[in-house]
Each structure stands twice: as structure tokens, then as C-alpha cells.
């Protein structure tokens, strides 16, 4: 082979490394395509960085938000009880104000750990965040992990819709910019937790420990803080009242989190995770309008000033009402809990309450039927039979006509005519002292009276006490037989409790505009003296027999009280009304077809019910007795007789087996004085309907008294004016009940 020059050599070489190189830079460059679109890619992070970068500095230029700590999201009316407390807001939720410095630091900790764990580092948004959370809920294909912040949901809350949009996102990026420059973190979290939504129709965390727990916050537990702290991401697909399983894996999770960021202990985990949720009792629709028929009533009262519902729903106006929030709220609880022990379950099955004040005519609690959901018929202003809570109308018209509680009357069998009203059990006890009559409820002891004062003069009495339903001209009225609503009859009982004045109860102290101007104030309520003080003392003192020693023991609440049980034929209507020197509250039980309750009485189910919302009113009301003159009722001896059951929970009233009172009467002593006068056994009448006959038409019933009773009708009680008589609106009329 032919030698190479050195030149050759060296030429072959270079011509090695070149086609070497070339195949390699052709290598690396590859295809022009995917030269571009790398090219493409750098050029769109770049763009999108500087995007970043301008978006920030943009937003770091924003102006803070005026006036941003005193924003209302939304101008609503709201009702208010007496004592401060929103009784309703219109737009049907609950919200409740708390400062950020009696928040639980718990509360605080899981809202960030479960919301915003970052929240006390970033500007109010977090946009490498919302970039890593949008990668991480394509990957998975639905949506894993939220990316809005603390700030940002609250931006939302203030200010913006629900819409997901994108624009609607970047919006809520830039108000949260703003509002961080406004205010200070720990005054964002705050306004977080009070408009935050936790389902239930509750707002804010105040509100949703109320209606979840019933228990201010301070007092919720870890387990419950937890539970509400989860609730922010989907409302209503965790509430407890809607799904409680899902509830429960919910605030585990919150639960975990906390542990994971050691804001709680292991031990404090686990406990905290094997708690066992107890919800409130109360049916949610109670923590949204702690008091439905009662807002109903304001509802009319309004209209009748002038204002219609849009006025009154979208007004913005602060309505401040005369009821009693801790009253209201122990007279939601006591129907819903005593009507279940006595398996009063069924909705045609219902029960009453109205409280109000004798002294000032304020209206503290009502309750128109035992679940507004299933009825919202006021059954506050229905007419029913009263029973023997009618009778003390009879013994206040005797006593005005001068007859004493210590007078004898004759407890044995009457007739007038073809009626012979009969006590229960047939038992009758001779004579006994007026009181005594009273006390066991006696039915021939209440016609005697009425036979002797006459009709007229007892419907003049429940007329001037405020009764306005028809009222029979008839003898049976002395046992309950006519209707009256227990609106009328509890307002009629506040003249034993007020000294014979009657007041006209009322629901409305002012309103003010949003802006804060009064535009109704309530004047002083309008009072006028009925029955003489004396009868009032009186009334007062034989009725607190009835509670301490007759027919409703069930209704003692240890501090001076005075009342009288009702219980209508065939056990269809069972009513309680009783008094302290301040407060009168009526209930009534019985079903809204007119059928059998089967062995509801007034000293059961009524009674238990007026305990206990008479055991609340005391404590804001006061326990004081009655301001009146001593009246002595004088036993000499006493005879204890065994009559009907003796278990509290039963009732303890006489009854006749005509169509008004069956009640049963318990052991009680039945005090005999001496000296005393004696109210005769009246002639029987020959008349064939001697209950429809006028009194002038019936023989005298011959009294023997120390102080003779008068024989002829009583005269008008005298019309005192009250101090400021001003109108008040008369009490609205009886609907029609629905059908069930």
C-alpha cells in the first residue's frame, strides 16, 4: 500500500471528526417541530411568570377598603327579643356576632388548619397554591383540594356570588388583596367566623354551636369545635341534622389535621374522635325562629300600623319585641319533651303556651303549637271549652257578691231541672269551707254559685275581665262548657295577679330604621280595674291552695304561685293557667280534631309544662309573693279523703259526667271551719229545661252568712283609668285550624 503524506493523513483525520461532530449536533438538534415547541413552551412560562410578577405588583398597589370593619353584608330586618337575643332575621337564617378574642383558640386553630394553613404568612391569596391545587384536581379529575384562602372566602362572603367562574376567581383574588391591607389578620378571621356559612340556616360559629349543640361556644368541647369547623367546605352535606355519619368523618378529618400540625395531642385526637355527638334537641327550624307563632302574631301587629310584609321582610329595620329569649326557649323544650313522655306525638296532637306579664302587659313567651313545621296554625287564639279553668270566674262574681272563702257551702248532688252535674267518682264531702270547694275542683260546689250569684253576673265578669267568645246564657258555663281562647283566659287570670286591674298584653317595644331612628315606640299599656282588690287577695289566696294542696300539685314550682287545672268532657281538652305577682301563663293540650286525648289532664301534661316554663320565667322575673292583704282561710278540722289517683302525673280534679269538666282528685286535706256561714242546698226546680231559664224565674237560694251575699245580679265593677290609657290593638281573631 501506497504510504501517505503527511498532509493526507491530517486531511482524512479532520474529515473523521467532522462527519463525527455533524452526527452528533444532528443528534441534539432533532426535528425542527420539536425545536419550535420547546422554544414555544419556554416562551408561555415566561409570559406567564411575567404575568405573575405584574399580577402581584398590581395587586400590591391596590387601596385598602373604607370603612371595611363595619360592612354589612346584607340589610335585613330582624325581630329581637326583650333581652337582646335575634328571636328572626328575614332571609330565614341565624347570625350571631363574637369578638376574636373570646373565640376558643381551638376554634381558631382548626379553622386554619382545615381552611388555610398558611393563612398568617400570605397576603390573602396564594397563587403558586391555586396553581398546585388546579394541577392536583386535574390529575384526579374532580376536586381534591380547595384554593381559596381564609381572606378570599370571606371576599366571597362580603361581596361576591357562589358562581364558579373564572372571572368571578380572579375578582375574588383582588378583594382579598384589599381587604388584607384594610384590616389585620386576627380582624379577617373574625369577620370570617361570624358570616361564615355552617348550614342549618346558621351563620356565623355563635350561631352554629347554638343550633347544633345548644351551648354557647366557650362550652363546646373539642369533638364539637371540630365538627364545626368542617363545616365551611360543604354546609349542607355536612350538617349533623342532614347527614350525621358524614358529619362525624368530617370532623375526623378536621381532627387529623389539627394532629398533623400538633395543635392537639395524640390523646387529645383519639378522645376527641371516639366523642359521641349529641345534637340539640330542639327541631332546627326553632334555631332559625326561636319563636314562629309568636313572630306571626308581631307579623299581624305590624300590618296593622301600616306596614305590609315587603316592608317588613326587606326594610332593614330592628325589631324589638317584649318576649323573653331563655323563657321562650325553656317553653320549646318543655312541649316538645312532655308531650313526648305522654307519647303526644302525632301532629293532629298539639299543645299551647302564652305567658305574659300583669304588670305591664308584656308579652314574655308563646308557643301557638308543639312544631311550627308541621302547623303553623295559632293555637294561642283558638276558642276551646276551658273546662274548670273557667270556674274561678264563678268564685270571683260570688266573692264580689260578698260571699267569703271561709263561707260553707254543700257539696252533695244537685239538679236543676233535667241536668244533675255529679262530681267524679260520685263523691261528694257535705259541707265544706268555699276554698275548700275550689281547691278539690267541686262541680256541684261551682252550680251552687253560679245558682246563687245568677248567669248574668258571671258572664259580666268574664266579660270585664276580657272574655269575648259567645258565652251561653246557661248554667253549665260554671263548669267550662262555652269556648274561649287562651289568649282571653290567661289575659283574664292577670286581674287575681294584678289587684283587679286587666292589662292588655302586647308583642312590639319600638322599631328602628337601619340607620338606627325610632319610628314606633309602644306606649303604656292600657289598664283598668275589674275586681276589687279584696277579691283579688282572695282569689289569689284560694287559688294557691290549688296548687299546694288540690288539683295541680303537678304545677308547684316552690315559690308563691296560684292556678287552676281544666280538663273538658271525654278528656278533649286538658288546660293549665296560673300565676306568680309577675308573670300569668296559660297551657293548653288536646288534639285539633275534638277527639280524645284518652286520660289527658290538666294536672299532667299542662301542669308539667307550666312548671317548667314557669321555673325559667322566675328566675328572669323574680320570685317575690303577692303584694295583698293577709287572708286568713280558717280550718278547724281537717279530713283527709282518699279520691282518684294520687300519682303527680296525674291529674287531681273533680268532674260530672255531663258534657264539660272529668277530672280526678287526689288526697288532700279538706279544712272544716266553725262559726262560719252556710251557703244552702238550693230548692230543685220543676221547670222542664231549668238550664235555659232566666233566674228571675227560679227560687232564691237561701244564704246564712255573717255578711249576707247579694240575690240580685252585681253591679258594674268599676272602670279605674289606668295610668296611661293609650289604645292598644285588640287581640287577632280566631282562624279556621287546618285540616289534618
Given at each position: ?6 498532509r ?18 444532528k ?11 420547546r ?17 402581584e ?10 370603612n371595611?370593619e363595619?360592612?354589612?353584608p ?25 369578638d ?7 376554634l ?9 394553613k ?10 403558586y397554591?391555586?396553581a ?43 378583594i ?7 384590616i ?6 373574625e369577620?370570617y367566623?361570624?358570616n361564615?356559612?355552617l348550614?342549618?340556616?346558621t ?6 354551636s347554638?343550633t347544633?349543640?345548644?351551648?354557647p361556644?366557650e ?15 360543604a354546609?349542607?352535606?355536612?350538617s ?39 345534637l ?10 326561636k319563636?314562629?307563632?309568636?313572630t ?9 300600623m ?16 317584649t318576649?323573653?329569649?331563655?323563657t ?10 312532655n ?13 299551647a303556651?302564652?305567658?305574659?306579664s ?6 314574655i ?9 308541621e ?12 273546662g274548670?279553668?273557667f270556674?274561678p270566674?264563678v268564685?270571683?262574681?260570688a266573692l264580689?257578691?260578698?260571699i ?11 239538679t236543676i231541672?233535667d ?9 261528694y264531702?257535705?259541707?265544706i ?12 260546689c261551682?252550680?251552687?254559685l ?28 260554671a ?43 309602644a ?6 280595674r ?6 283579688a287577695?282572695e282569689m ?23 292556678g287552676?287545672?281544666g ?7 286538658a288546660?293549665?293557667?296560673g ?6 301563663t ?7 280534631d ?10 299532667s301534661?299542662?301542669a ?14 323574680g ?26 302525673n ?5 268532674s260530672q259526667?255531663s258534657?264539660?269538666?272529668?277530672e280526678?282528685t287526689?288526697?288532700m ?7 262560719t ?6 230548692q ?6 231549668p ?5 228571675q ?9 255573717a ?10 265593677p ?14 287577632i281573631?280566631?282562624a ?5
Amino acid at each position: 500500500m501506497a504510504r501517505m503524506s503527511k498532509r493526507e493523513l491530517y486531511e482524512a483525520l479532520n474529515n473523521d471528526s467532522d462527519n463525527s461532530t455533524g452526527g452528533k449536533k444532528k443528534k441534539k438538534g432533532g426535528h425542527p417541530f420539536w425545536r419550535n415547541l420547546r422554544s414555544l413552551i419556554i416562551f408561555v412560562i415566561a409570559c406567564m411568570l411575567a404575568a405573575v410578577v405584574a399580577f402581584e405588583l398590581y395587586l400590591s398597589s391596590l387601596t385598602p377598603i373604607k370603612n371595611l370593619e363595619s360592612f354589612k353584608p346584607n340589610i335585613v330586618t330582624q325581630f329581637y327579643s326583650h333581652d337582646g337575643e335575634v328571636i328572626k332575621t328575614f332571609t330565614a337564617y341565624s347570625s350571631k356576632k363574637v369578638d376574636i378574642d373570646t373565640v376558643p383558640d381551638t376554634l381558631k386553630q382548626a379553622i386554619i388548619a382545615t381552611e388555610d394553613k398558611n393563612f398568617y404568612t400570605h397576603h390573602g391569596y396564594d397563587l403558586y397554591g391555586l396553581a398546585r391545587s388546579t394541577v392536583q384536581n386535574v390529575i384526579a379529575g374532580h376536586v381534591v383540594q380547595g384554593a381559596s384562602t381564609i381572606t378570599q372566602q370571606l371576599a366571597r362572603i362580603l361581596f361576591l356570588s357562589n358562581e364558579k367562574t373564572f372571572d368571578r376567581k380572579i375578582k375574588e383574588i383582588i378583594i382579598a388583596a384589599r381587604i388584607e391591607k384594610s384590616i389585620p389578620k386576627d380582624k379577617i378571621l373574625e369577620m370570617y367566623l361570624n358570616n361564615v356559612y355552617l348550614g342549618s340556616g346558621t351563620y356565623g360559629v355563635v350561631s352554629a354551636s347554638e343550633t347544633y349543640f345548644n351551648k354557647p361556644l366557650e362550652k363546646c368541647s373539642l369533638s364539637e369545635i371540630a365538627l364545626i369547623a368542617g363545616l365551611p367546605q360543604a354546609p349542607s352535606v355536612y350538617s349533623p341534622f342532614n347527614n350525621l355519619d358524614l358529619a362525624i368523618k368530617r370532623r375526623n378529618q378536621v381532627l387529623l389535621r389539627m394532629y398533623k400540625m400538633k395543635y392537639i395531642t395524640k390523646q387529645e385526637y383519639l378522645t376527641a374522635k371516639e366523642e359521641k355527638v349529641k345534637l340539640s334537641s330542639v327541631p332546627t327550624f326553632y334555631t332559625t325562629n326561636k319563636a314562629p307563632y309568636f313572630t306571626d302574631y308581631v307579623m299581624k301587629e305590624l300590618e296593622k300600623m301600616g306596614f305590609d310584609e315587603t316592608d317588613i321582610s326587606q326594610g332593614g329595620y330592628k325589631i324589638i319585641t317584649t318576649i323573653d329569649s331563655k323563657t321562650q326557649l325553656k317553653l320549646n323544650e318543655a312541649i316538645l319533651r312532655n308531650m313526648k313522655n305522654y307519647g303526644l306525638t302525632g301532629k293532629n296532637q298539639q299543645a299551647a303556651v302564652f305567658s305574659f306579664s300583669p304588670i305591664d302587659g308584656r308579652i314574655i313567651a308563646y308557643a301557638g303549637g308543639k312544631d311550627y313545621t308541621e302547623s303553623q296554625y295559632d293555637r294561642v287564639q283558638a276558642i276551646r271549652p276551658a273546662g274548670s279553668a273557667f270556674k274561678p270566674f264563678v268564685y270571683a262574681t260570688a266573692l264580689e257578691h260578698g260571699i267569703s272563702p271561709n263561707d260553707l257551702i254543700e257539696d252533695k248532688p244537685i239538679t236543676i231541672g233535667d241536668w244533675s252535674p255529679k262530681n267524679y267518682g260520685s263523691t261528694y264531702r257535705g259541707m265544706i269551707p268555699v276554698y275548700s270547694a275550689l281547691t278539690i275542683s267541686s262541680n256541684v260546689c261551682a252550680v251552687r254559685l253560679i245558682k246563687e250569684v245568677g248567669i248574668r253576673a258571671v258572664i259580666q265578669t268574664a266579660r270585664t275581665l276580657g272574655i269575648t267568645t259567645p258565652l251561653e246564657y246557661d248554667y253549665t258555663i260554671a263548669l267550662g262548657s262555652n269556648g274561649s281562647k287562651l289568649f282571653e283566659l290567661t289575659r283574664a287570670y292577670g286581674a287575681f295577679a294584678n289587684g283587679g286591674y286587666v292589662v292588655q298584653p302586647f308583642a312590639i317595644e319600638r322599631i328602628e330604621t337601619s340607620r338606627g331612628k325610632i319610628v314606633y315606640r309602644a306606649p303604656k299599656a292600657r289598664a283598668s280595674r275589674q275586681l276589687s282588690v279584696k277579691t283579688a287577695a282572695e282569689m289569689t289566696a284560694m287559688l294557691k291552695t290549688v296548687i299546694k294542696n288540690g288539683t295541680g300539685r303537678g304545677a308547684d314550682i316552690g315559690v308563691p304561685c296560684a292556678g287552676k287545672t281544666g280538663t273538658t268532657d271525654n278528656y278533649k281538652d286538658a288546660s293549665f293557667v296560673g300565676y306568680t305577682p309577675s308573670v300569668v301563663t296559660g297551657v293548653w293540650v288536646g288534639n285539633d280534631d275534638n277527639t280524645t286525648t284518652k286520660s289527658i289532664q290538666g294536672g299532667s301534661v299542662p301542669a308539667r309544662i307550666w312548671h317548667d316554663v314557669m321555673m325559667t320565667a322566675i328566675e328572669q322575673f323574680g320570685k317575690s309573693d303577692f303584694n295583698y292583704p293577709e287572708i286568713e282561710l280558717k280550718p278547724t278540722s281537717v279530713i283527709k279523703q282518699e279520691i282518684g289517683e294520687t300519682n303527680e302525673n296525674t291529674d287531681t280534679e273533680d268532674s260530672q259526667n255531663s258534657e264539660t269538666d272529668s277530672e280526678a282528685t287526689t288526697t288532700m286535706p279538706v279544712a272544716i271551719p266553725s262559726e262560719t256561714a252556710k251557703i244552702a242546698s238550693p230548692q230543685k226546680e220543676t221547670t222542664s229545661h231549668p238550664v235555659q231559664t232566666q233566674p228571675q224565674n227560679t227560687k232564691p237560694v237561701q244564704v246564712q252568712s255573717a255578711k249576707p251575699a247579694q240575690t240580685s245580679p252585681a253591679p258594674a265593677p268599676k272602670q279605674t283609668p289606668a295610668a296611661a290609657p293609650t289604645p292598644v290593638a285588640a287581640p287577632i281573631p280566631m282562624a279556621t285550624p287546618e285540616g289534618n
